[in-house]
């Protein structure tokens, strides 16, 4: 007999050891909340891994279904054979009264670990977020507070699922001595709040919190905002501020002014300058009276014909001096009618020829004239001349 019950102890101690060890399952199941956004952690020993990648699985079930008659109710996955330690419920849209049962199995080189469950109710476990924003305005001695709801996943308000949320108001005079500062709280369910009975002119600080007291819960404090009260304002600020706005309109109307006188100048300057065209090139404006030049162009139908111009100084005038009748020799005649030829040094030309004229001194002088008349006009014949006879015989001749 003890020969039999040692072989049979042999055998037994040899299978147990052939069974290898089941795998631990995930340990300190933990959910992380901020109004409707979830956050599944969990823990697990890598060591028993031993080398070999490990998954995990997350699934999830509302209780009551758990409670129906059917023995298998049906499990929906969260989170497939993911490597990471913790699974994201936000995109699951969790009903927020809701009741659901959780679960997180781990897999390694194809084992896996049994289910470890956690109870999940958002309304009572998920934890409330401050307001989403805070807004100060002055209103007299006092201060409108301005609050936004905490927002879901979906930015929706938080209100549509805790419809007894209300906000806890904490403010209080903003000193340098910390020490020193004496708060006040005010409970409040509206999203505006004025905050009266403060000093005028002084600074005061704000911070607000969620609370829902069902379930005890509470938000920690939104961050701090400041803003100074307002008051009856000083009449020396009343003239300083017309003083002030006086000035700036007058420096207004003069920079306007200034520049109205600047550009009406320049304009002018450019469209009517004080140089004007020589009267050589006024031919080159327009017809129509305009003192700006143009090009002349010519006609369809007709070519331009241009002349070569000189520019010349204008030519002196040339006086000739001679003596009254009564101072002139009376030539010599001749039995023939006619007048000699005189010269005034004797012997050179005088240019003076003398008609057959039978009047007296003045018909003599006259007769004169009109011989140096021609003379003239015999000595150049291209050019044009004028003969002027003034009253004292000088005789003005202009080329």
Known sequence: ?????????????LQTNAVPAALAPPENLALITLNTNYILSWDWDSTL????????????????????????PVWETACEK???RSCDLTKLNLFYLGIYVLRVQASVNGSVSDWTMKEFCPDKDAAVGPPSRVDLSPAGNGLDVIISDPLTSTNSSMKDNIQELYYQILYWERSVDTQALETQTLDSKATMVTLSDLKAWTWYCVSIQSRYDFFNKSSSFSSPHCMQTEGPIPWWQIVGYFLLSLVICFLFVAVILCSSIWFFKTVKAIFYPSNQLPTHFQYLCDSSGSDIPRLLTPDSDSELLCDKVTVCQEPPVLEIHIP????????????????SRQGSGGSGDSGVYST????GDED????FLDLEHVKMKDMAPELKTRLLIADDGVVDICV
């Open 364 to 367: 003599s002088g006259q007769g």
């Open 82 to 84: 993911t490597s990471h």
């Open 356 to 359: 057959g004229c039978t009047s």
């Open 49 to 72: 891994a031993e080398g070999h990648a490990v998954d995990f699985t997350t699934q999830y079930v509302a209780k009551f279904k758990l409670r129906s008659k059917r023995k298998n």
């Open 1 to 13: 007999m003890s020969a039999a019950f040692h072989v049979c102890l042999l055998l037994w101690c």
């Open 324 to 339: 009254p009748p009564e101072a002139l020799p009376v030539p010599p005649s001749d039995s023939s009618g006619r007048h």
